[in-house]
């Protein structure tokens, strides 16, 4: 039996008043797999990103989530799917600690008041559950955590939501070479557990060693979806920088 993808897009189209970012693009992240999604500066990975979440809902298209049809036309759409995006430019509320971002807009009652205890033994054990020891206390405010850090709490709230897929846009301000280490890990321990993970990065060296699957983008155009063992490090630079290598990508 094949595998059914969590995510399959087919024949995307999306713009942003008249400029055309997305052509007619297709893309499919399977469940237990993390997908690689590469492209250059520009080339729509963050546009597409935003549309799978449901913040800039796709123009035209097909969408399937688990082999159904769908139609997002918000976040809240893809939330209650379970899929998690860790949005490039904001994905925390900077002014609340660890438990009350793990649970924004999903808190737990007691009665009629909050359960505090409750959620905070959930998010700690989801915590420890990822093998996360270097966050220090739950209670600790996201605006003084690291990068890598705000990262991890994200992870932690994909996997306590019990999330399908997961999407993590690579974050504007760079990882230090331990904190990079310790969210691939977590990236790769999410898939084992089942889960679509669709990975963007700009490393080439983290692509490699995360990923099962590369996604390229060319100027709005998805040029190429393989299998990573079945291409060098060279052919996806070429894949990202000309849109072609050898036999894959644009025709000549
Ligand atoms: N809200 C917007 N309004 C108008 N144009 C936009 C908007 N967001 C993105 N664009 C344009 O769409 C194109 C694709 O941008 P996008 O952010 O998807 O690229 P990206 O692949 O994520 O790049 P990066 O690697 O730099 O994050 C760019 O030309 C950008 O200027
Ligand atoms: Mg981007």
């Known amino acids: 039996m094949p595998v059914t993808p969590v995510l399959e897009l087919r024949g995307i189209d999306k713009s942003y008043g008249a400029v055309k970012v997305l052509y007619d693009v297709a893309f499919t992240a399977y469940p237990g797999e993390v997908t690689a999604l590469v492209g250059d500066n520009g080339a729509g990975k963050t546009t597409l990103v935003k549309g799978i979440g449901g913040v800039h809902p796709f123009d035209s298209g097909e969408y399937y ?4 049809p769908v139609r997002l036309g918000s976040p809240r759409d893809a939330a209650a799917l379970g899929i998690e995006v860790v949005h490039q430019d904001l ?9 009350e971002n793990m ?5 737990r009652t007691r009665g009629l008041a909050l359960d505090e205890a409750g959620m905070e033994a959930a998010a700690t054990s989801t915590l420890s559950g990822l093998s996360v020891r270097t966050m220090g206390s739950v209670r600790r405010r996201v605006s003084d955590l690291s990068g890598g850090q705000r990262q991890t ?5 994909a996997v306590l939501w ?11 301000a760079a990882l230090g070479v331990a904190q990079t280490q310790q969210v691939l890990e977590l990236v790769r321990r999410l898939a ?5 993970v669709v990975l963007i990065s700009h490393n080439m060296n983290d692509v490699f060693a995360v990923s099962d699957r590369i996604a390229t983008l060319y100027l709005g155009h998805m040029v190429a979806q393989v299998r990573t063992g ?4 060279r052919q996806v630079v070429e894949l990202i ?3 072609r290598s050898g036999d894959l990508g644009l025709p000549r």
Do not use: Q, W, Y
């Not at 989530?65 to 159904?68: D, Q």
């Not at 994905?91 to 438990?99: R, Y």
């Not at 709490?153 to 709230?157: D, I």
């Not at 084992?192 to 679509?196: P, Q």
């Open 241 to 243: 920088t000309s849109g």
């Open 91 to 99: 994905a925390l509320c900077e002014n609340l600690d660890i438990v």
């Open 65 to 68: 989530f688990e082999g159904a």
């Open 153 to 157: 709490v994200a992870l932690a709230r």
């Open 192 to 196: 084992d557990k089942g889960l679509a």
């Open 162 to 172: 019990d999330s399908r897929l997961v999407v993590l846009d690579e974050p504007a």
């Open 230 to 233: 079945d291409v060098t490090h």
């Open 103 to 107: 649970f924004l807009g999903r808190e």
